[in-house]
T-cell receptor, first 114, second 113 residues
Framework: KAGVTQTPRYLIKTRGQQVTLSCSPI?????VSWYQQTPGQGLQFLFE???????NKGNFPGRFSGRQFSNSRSEMNVSTLELGDSALYLC?????????????FGNGTRLTVT | GDSVTQMEGPVTLSEEAFLTINCTYT??????LFWYVQYPGEGLQLLLK?????DKGSNKGFEATYRKETTSFHLEKGSVQVSDSAVYFC????????????FGKGTRLSVIA
């Protein structure tokens, strides 16, 4: 079974630009979560989608948004990029997103904002 | 809100040494507890989990016991290998519904031959 696939692997953007990251979950998984990982803050939850609906949202500004398609693939978008948005963005899928369902992570997209 | 506190790293050990990474948590209910591991250049992988008090999770020689009285979930391994070098994350999830995982900040482990 293929794992969680995130594209692209690396991105370099300039302040003020916008960016879209993509995540393909494990086949059969309907829940997709996004996390931002930085050395200072660790892993911070962005949002979770289940059956095309945002079910949970973390404490991030509205510049961060996401969506999920009918095939469970998900995208996240960051508009008006800031230097502080430089991070590793991790996508994780699970069968149903229920509290004790293990998360399966992709290898992440490394975003650098200059 | 819920939170997880891990011991600060980095931790450097010689091969075959005993490993303990401390993890304590704060939660209002009865959370499930997890350890995830992140190898260089990769995403996180579930290492082990425990869903109720006194449960012991184990995998690949690693163990952790859910201690409700001390709100702890310390990770242990009797004899580490160079291949165990990674970042280890303790995490919790509320014991119901679909609330997201809350992660600790991670502990980097380096094992030298």
């Amino acid at each position: 079974k293929a794992g969680v696939t995130q594209t692209p692997r690396y991105l370099i953007k300039t302040r003020g630009q916008q960016v879209t990251l993509s995540c393909s979950p494990i086949s059969g998984h309907r829940s997709v979560s996004w996390y931002q990982q930085t050395p200072g803050q660790g892993l911070q939850f962005l949002f979770e989608y289940f059956s095309e609906t945002q079910r949970n949202k973390g404490n991030f500004p509205g510049r961060f948004s996401g969506r999920q398609f009918s095939n469970s693939r998900s995208e996240m978008n960051v508009s008006t990029l800031e230097l502080g948005d430089s991070a590793l963005y991790l996508c994780a899928s699970s069968i149903d997103g229920v509290y004790n369902s293990p998360l399966h992570f992709g290898n992440g997209t490394r975003l650098t904002v200059t | 809100g819920d939170s997880v506190t891990q011991m600060e790293g980095p931790v450097t050990l010689s091969e075959e040494a005993f490993l303990t990474i401390n993890c304590t948590y704060t939660a209002t209910g009865y959370p499930s507890l997890f350890w995830y591991v992140q190898y260089p250049g990769e995403g996180l992988q579930l290492l082990l989990k425990a869903t109720k008090a006194d449960d012991k999770g184990s995998n690949k020689g690693f163990e952790a016991t859910y201690r409700k009285e001390t709100t702890s979930f310390h990770l242990e391994k009797g004899s580490v290998q160079v291949s165990d070098s990674a970042v280890y994350f303790c995490a919790l999830s509320e014991g119901s519904g679909n609330t997201p995982l809350v992660f600790g900040k991670g502990t980097r482990l380096s094992v030298i031959a």
